[in-house]
C-alpha cells in the first residue's frame, strides 16, 4: 500500500489567493482526520470524517477554512483567502477497522502564505 | 473531553544512555494511550499503544511505555538511545472507542554522540 499520499507537498501562495490542499487516505480506511502543525500552537485536529461524513469540525479556525471528502479515497482542506497566519504543516491521517485505532499519517503539506 | 500534557519540552541525551518522556492525561471515561514518532520533516507514526491488557507496552525498536491508571501517566522509555532516535515524540489519548486522538505538545528528543 502506498500509504496516506498527500498533495502539494509544498505551497507558497500569497495573502489573499485560494489554497487546496489534497489528501488520499489509505485504501479501507472509513475515517479521515485533517491536522495542523505550527510551531506555536503544536498539533491540532482540524476536522474529521467518517463514512465520507464530517463528524466533528470545531478545530476549523474560521470560515475561510473548508473541508470536503466526496468520496472515499479523496480529501480537500480549502482554505480562502489564505492569509500569512494560517502558514503551517497540514497533515491528513486515516485509520478504520482492523487497525486497532492506529492513526496512519501522511507527509504533510508545508503551506507558506507570503 | 481528554487532554494531554507532555512535561518536558526537549531532552537532551548522550547516545547509549536512558531517557524517559513523561505524559499525562486528563480524561473522564477510560482511554487509548498512545505515543507517536516524527522525525524531520516527516509525518507521525506510531511508536506503541495501549489500549487494554497489560499495561506495559513495547514497541519493537527497543522503546516501553507503562500505563498507570492511578497516576493518569503513560511515560516514554528507552534502556539505550541511538543517534537514529533524535526526533520528536508525541503522547496521544482518545476516549475508550473512539478514533479522535488529543495530542500533547510533544518533547524533543536530541541524541549526541
Known amino acids: 500500500d502506498a500509504g496516506v499520499i498527500q498533495s502539494p507537498r509544498h505551497e507558497v501562495t500569497e495573502m489573499g489567493q485560494e489554497v487546496t490542499l489534497r489528501c488520499k487516505p489509505i485504501?479501507?480506511?472509513?475515517?479521515l482526520f485533517w491536522y495542523r502543525q505550527t510551531m506555536m500552537r503544536g498539533l491540532e485536529l482540524l476536522i474529521y470524517?467518517?463514512?465520507?461524513?464530517?463528524?466533528?469540525d470545531s478545530g476549523m479556525p474560521e470560515d475561510r477554512f473548508s473541508a470536503k471528502m466526496p468520496n472515499a479515497s479523496f480529501s480537500t482542506l480549502k482554505i480562502q483567502p489564505s492569509e500569512p497566519r494560517d502558514s503551517a504543516v497540514y497533515f491528513c491521517?486515516?485509520?478504520?477497522?482492523?487497525?486497532?485505532?492506529?492513526?496512519?499519517f501522511g507527509p504533510g503539506t508545508r503551506l507558506t502564505v507570503l | 473531553a481528554q487532554s494531554v500534557t507532555q512535561l518536558d519540552s526537549q531532552v537532551p541525551v548522550f547516545e547509549e544512555a536512558p531517557v524517559e518522556l513523561r505524559c499525562n492525561y486528563s480524561?473522564?471515561?477510560?482511554?487509548?494511550l498512545f505515543w507517536y514518532v516524527q522525525y524531520p520533516n516527516q509525518g507521525l507514526q506510531l511508536l506503541l499503544k495501549?489500549?487494554?491488557?497489560?499495561?506495559l507496552v513495547e514497541s519493537i525498536n527497543g522503546f516501553e511505555a507503562e500505563f498507570n491508571k492511578s497516576q493518569t501517566s503513560f511515560h516514554l522509555r528507552k534502556p539505550s538511545v541511538h543517534i537514529s532516535d533524535t526526533a520528536e515524540y508525541f503522547c496521544?489519548?482518545?476516549?475508550?472507542?473512539?478514533?479522535?486522538?488529543?495530542f500533547g505538545a510533544g518533547t524533543t528528543v536530541t541524541v549526541r554522540a
Open positions: 491521517a486515516s485509520t478504520g477497522q482492523g487497525v486497532f485505532y492506529e492513526q496512519f
Open positions: 485504501s479501507g480506511h472509513d475515517y
Open positions: 470524517f467518517n463514512n465520507n461524513v464530517p463528524i466533528d
Open positions: 480524561s473522564s471515561v477510560s482511554v487509548y
Open positions: 495501549y489500549l487494554s491488557g497489560s499495561t
Open positions: 496521544a489519548v482518545s476516549a475508550w472507542d473512539d478514533y479522535k486522538l488529543s
